[in-house]
């Protein structure tokens, strides 16, 4: 049996040159797969994240996330470009994606809309998120800890599922340049740096470091914004924002604070698409 594959960059920035956003495969299923299938799929793509999602008799899409070694709880990116693919191939011309997950309860993905002063109905899908915020840490020897692993001043910490550490500026994000090997000690499951951006285009800057899931550095992180998002529209008081996570390839968020929900919006570019068979080694698994 052949399989249909997506490859999908979710939250570009459109003004870049060349290629950014983070890639994630995107596997369409009538049923689904064994763990081990899926997990071999995802190892054989070698992205940060292969999406795999089943459409049941209610419409609503059961989706999971696998990186290449694990499955994942909740990935934003990889969601973006389901809903991508769910909605530009597959015709599902619903002004709402309802997905449901394992662990992160149900999911929507919509179309977005200008209603903040941001983006507009231009090719914006709106991920609707839990808010993970975090807990400020005063801790100093963490803070050392911190800045030796990162080379950089340390302003705030703050935990939730992954560790947000406030740098003191923007250059400093740009600039950091962690010791991985002292990262993976840290008892977190992710590392994000991040700053207030000194333009007019976006309200802070970002990059996400997970050494401990085989990850050194993640281009965008759709999931980050759960964290980041409540941080920093305490920070600046307001509860519209604009993210850029600064990585080698770059990717953008429009950002909604809305209680305990995070809406997260961004654009997609399908960089390829095809089909994939099984081994016979795998046929039975």
Same mark, same amino acid.
């Given at each position: 049996m052949? =399989? ?6 979710a ?30 799929i ?18 609503? =899409? ?41 662990e ?34 005063r ?6 800890r911190?800045?030796q ?10 935990n ?7 740098l ?11 010791d ?21 285009? =976006? ?37 519209t ?13 429009v ?31």
């Amino acid at each position: 049996m052949r =399989y249909s594959v997506f490859k999908i960059d979710a939250f570009i920035r459109p003004s870049a040159d060349g290629f950014s956003g983070n890639p994630a495969a995107i596997v369409p299923l009538q049923e689904w797969l064994s763990e081990a299938q899926m997990q071999a799929i995802a190892a054989e793509n070698n992205l940060s994240e292969t999406a795999f999602f089943v459409k049941d008799a209610h419409d609503i =899409y059961h989706i999971r996330w696998f990186t290449p070694t694990t499955e994942v709880d909740l990935c934003g990116h990889a969601t973006l470009a389901a809903a991508w693919v769910i909605r530009n191939r597959l015709q599902d011309m619903r002004s709402i994606l309802p997905f449901a997950t394992r662990e992160a309860g149900n999911l929507t993905v919509r179309i977005a809309r200008d209603n903040h002063g941001y983006g507009g109905n231009d090719g914006l899908l709106q991920l609707d998120f839990p808010a993970r915020p975090g807990e400020l840490l005063r801790d100093a020897a963490l803070h050392q800890r911190l800045e030796q692993a990162l080379g950089q001043k340390v302003v705030a910490v703050c935990n939730a599922r992954d560790m947000l550490v406030e740098l003191e500026s923007e250059q400093a994000v740009h600039n950091c340049r962690p010791d991985f090997a002292l990262l993976r000690q840290l008892e977190t499951f992710a590392i994000m740096v991040t700053a207030g951006c000194e333009s007019a285009d =976006y309200d802070f800057v970002s990059r996400f470091f997970a050494p401990r899931q085989g990850l050194d550095e993640d281009p965008v992180t759709g999931s980050s914004f759960c964290t980041l998002t409540p941080y920093w529209a305490l920070k600046l008081g307001k509860l519209t924002l604009k993210g850029w996570q600064c990585s080698a390839r770059g990717g953008e968020a429009v950002l909604n604070l809305e209680q305990d929900r995070v809406l997260i919006a961004g654009r997609c570019f399908a960089y390829m698409e095809g089909e994939f068979s099984l081994p016979d080694t795998l046929q039975n698994l």
